[in-house]
């Protein structure tokens, strides 16, 4: 049997370098985790241009370590009201 690296449930990982926005096709820069357990890839502009829309269905997300999600404030912020 082959080993896999899976992440252990409830991580979200970062898009891979081959792993493309859900809107336009640009390189993915943001990975969210819906609320109903689907995941969607944004690329930097849309994931900054609907960060007040996408922090209201994301569970979890992650960024590339290069890029800085506008939503990330916004979620810090909701989770502290």
């Not at 390189?27 to 689907?38: D, F, P, S, W, Y």
């Amino acid at each position: 049997m082959t080993p896999t690296l899976t992440p252990p449930p409830g991580t979200v990982v970062p898009p891979a370098t081959d792993e493309r926005c859900d809107r336009c096709n640009a390189a993915g820069k943001l990975r969210i985790t819906i609320a109903g357990g689907g995941e969607l890839v944004f690329c930097g502009h849309h994931a900054n241009k609907y960060a007040d829309d996408l922090v209201k269905i994301t569970v979890q997300f992650a960024a590339d370590p290069e890029f800085e999600w506008r939503g990330a404030d916004l979620m810090a912020s909701n989770s502290s009201n």
